[in-house]
């Protein structure tokens, strides 16, 4: 045992100085620089794991590079069998068209719109539709956070009302409110 400890420091500071033709070889494997020092960090995780497999008098470069080898078929056949899709899939035309009860919603909800006032329309559109936090709106619309949330309340309020006559208008399972509701 005493033997292995001796060895290993050399050892370990020779797969350091291996590391610039390890980036290299990586390099061959995959286009990106994020993707290639992925697989250098496998590669030498797999080695230092498995340092003691080492046989002394053998070529260093070779096992490693073999175990890069190795490592980067591993994952190819995983990112092959859990593949996610086209990479533009939320762009993709949806296979089925909507209901006519969704068609008929939107229809009434852009009409409804319209006949908000500016002010509502505005803040209804940034914080519902943009996703933009009450500050972020604050800041766009040049007033204060308190200001957006009553204007963002009595515009959904207003919407709501516009389209149905009631808050609570129910349309199958949608609610009008929770369409615009954060």
């Known amino acids: 045992m005493p033997a292995t400890d001796q060895r290993a420091p050399p050892l370990e500071s020779q ?4 590391i610039p033709a390890l980036r290299a070889f ?5 286009v990106s620089r994020g993707e290639a ?3 250098l960090q496998e590669t030498l995780f797999r080695a230092l794991r498995g340092i003691d497999g080492f046989e002394p008098g053998t070529n260093l470069k070779s096992w490693l590079f073999t175990i890069m080898h ?12 859990e593949s996610p899709g086209p ?3 939320a762009e993709m035309p949806i296979p089925i068209p ?14 409804a719109l319209d006949m908000l006032s500016p002010d509502h329309r505005e803040v209804l559109i940034l914080v519902a ?4 936090s009450y500050k972020e709106a604050a800041d766009l619309c040049d007033c204060a956070v308190g200001t957006i949330k009553s204007r963002l309340n009595r515009a959904r309020d207003e919407l709501a009302c516009r389209m149905s006559g009631s808050a609570t208008r129910k ?12």
């Not at 797969?15 to 291996?18: E, N």
């Not at 909507?98 to 009409?111: D, F, K, N, S």
């Not at 349309?171 to 954060?182: A, T």
Request: charged letters at 30%; hydrophobic letters at 35%.
């Open 70 to 81: 190795n490592a980067f078929r591993t994952q190819y056949k995983l990112r092959r069998r």
């Open 171 to 182: 349309s199958g399972d949608l609610s009008v409110r929770s369409l615009i509701s954060d």
């Open 129 to 132: 539709v943009y996703g933009l």
């Open 87 to 89: 990479v533009d899939c």
């Open 98 to 111: 909507p209901p006519q009860e969704w068609c008929a919603l939107q229809t009434e909800l852009r009409g």
């Open 26 to 30: 990586a390099r061959t494997f995959v």
């Open 15 to 18: 797969v350091v100085d291996l």
């Open 37 to 39: 020092d992925d697989l």
